[in-house]
């Protein structure tokens, strides 16, 4: 069975955005944004969370996106700066541990699936509590601080391949991996002396027929880049058959053609205050 080449990150960040979608419209609808607000986005990746906040502060409302790379912001502007919210938005390069922007410059602060790849998290949070005016809210997304499922019925193979993706991720993370960086933020928000309000978590549920956005995120992102050829040589070979033949859209067995499929993907919403 062949693997199918790496695609740009930036449209694995698409994916995953589109398949977050419809619980992501209505976990901002619960933080109950100001209308007419500011906010700033701090790693909107390719602008379509900042779209969808613009959409909920109304006409009179601003979201400024950062991202560090100028790809990125122009993968931002390109998807999502043309439409009809693009005067309520704007993306320029910016970073997280050293913001571009006066003291309390903003109603909130949004950083979504962000924090966990800043090594200097507590530096990041400072920032944050700086430009954000008094009273303002600082607001910390987290996917998966609880394992998904992907593989239902193959609850060993599963927990191999994440421990596989978990010791990958150490590469960037550093000294812990992203998986125990994402369970460590409420520690570094309290750690940053803030004050932390709020922490929901929302569980997506999507089961056969699947909606073509979750079997594109799932097939593409999760079996393809996750948990694709780089994860090879840290799983034993019977695991790797197995893997294959369960998550590769030419097997026979893939698991995404199973009429009982489902998948179950946790999000947590930190809310804190300076």
């Not at 994440?162 to 550093?174: F, L």
């Not at 593409?220 to 780089?230: D, H, I, L, Q, Y």
Request: with cysteine; proline share 7%; net charge neutral.
């Amino acid at each position: 069975m062949t693997q199918p080449e790496t695609e740009p990150f930036t449209k694995s960040l698409e994916r995953m955005n589109l398949f977050q979608e419809p619980e992501a419209r209505v976990l901002i609808a619960d933080l109950d944004l100001p209308e007419g607000s500011r906010g700033l986005d701090v790693g909107c990746g390719v602008g379509l969370f900042a779209l969808w906040l613009a959409a909920a502060i109304g006409p009179r409302g601003h979201v400024v996106g950062i991202e560090p790379s100028k790809e990125r912001v122009e993968a931002a502007r390109a998807l999502v700066g043309h439409g009809p919210l693009a005067s309520r938005l704007e993306f320029r390069e910016g970073d997280a541990t050293k913001l571009d922007a006066p003291d309390a410059s903003f109603d909130w602060v949004w950083c979504g699936d962000v924090l966990h790849h800043v090594q200097e998290t507590g530096r990041a949070l400072g920032e944050f509590a700086r430009v954000v005016r008094p009273g303002g809210r600082i607001v910390v997304k987290e996917s998966q601080l609880l394992h998904g499922s992907f593989l239902p019925g193959h609850p060993a193979l599963e927990r191999r391949l994440r421990q596989a993706e978990m010791e990958w991720s150490r590469h960037e993370g550093g000294e812990f991996s992203f998986e125990e960086r994402r369970q460590r933020t409420l520690a570094s928000l309290r750690a940053a002396g803030l004050s932390v309000e709020r922490f929901r978590t929302y569980l997506l549920e999507r089961r056969a027929p699947l909606p073509p956005a979750a079997r594109d995120y799932i097939q593409r992102v999760v079996f393809e880049r996750n948990w694709g050829p780089r994860l090879r040589d840290r799983l034993a070979p019977d695991d790797w058959t197995r893997r294959s033949a369960l998550c590769e859209a030419e097997s026979r067995t893939f698991v995404l053609d199973d009429p009982d499929y489902y998948c179950l993907y946790p999000i947590s919403v930190l809310v804190a205050r300076r």
